[in-house]
Nanobody
Framework: VQLQASGGGLVQAGGYLRLSCSTSGRSFRHGVMAWFRQAPGKEREFVAAVWRNGNIYYADSVKGRFTCSSDNAKNTMHLQMNSLKPEDTAVYYC???????????????????WGQGTLVTVSS
């Protein structure tokens, strides 16, 4: 099973980027896919997730600026990031789970599959 994140880069504050995560090796159609990020010197934090029924959940810090989406089969997931801020600078990871429960949605430990991460740098 592989998750491949891409789309990171350097952007000025106020700009935008679109991240993508592609999966291979197994189907997550009935699973959950998520984005996490980890800034230098900080703990990994939840960004957004696509639940089994297609509902999207966001961290408060990105709500209204980021849009998470996926195809019906959850083969590919995207994160459209608008109005980027310097504090959004981090390595962004995609993750997937076939068994996570809703109460653990925002916990990285609940995800068994991870991509390699893509670096997003927002300059001020």
């Amino acid at each position: 099973v592989q998750l491949q994140a891409s789309g990171g880069g350097l952007v000025q504050a106020g700009g935008y980027l679109r991240l993508s995560c592609s999966t291979s090796g197994r189907s997550f159609r009935h699973g959950v896919m998520a984005w996490f990020r980890q800034a230098p010197g900080k703990e990994r934090e939840f960004v957004a997730a696509v639940w089994r029924n297609g509902n999207i959940y966001y961290a408060d810090s990105v709500k209204g600026r980021f849009t998470c989406s996926s195809d019906n089969a959850k083969n590919t997931m995207h994160l459209q990031m608008n109005s980027l801020k310097p504090e959004d600078t981090a390595v962004y990871y995609c993750a997937a789970s076939t068994s996570i429960i809703l109460s653990r949605l925002r916990e990285g430990a609940g995800y068994g599959y991870w991509g390699q991460g893509t670096l997003v740098t927002v300059s001020s």
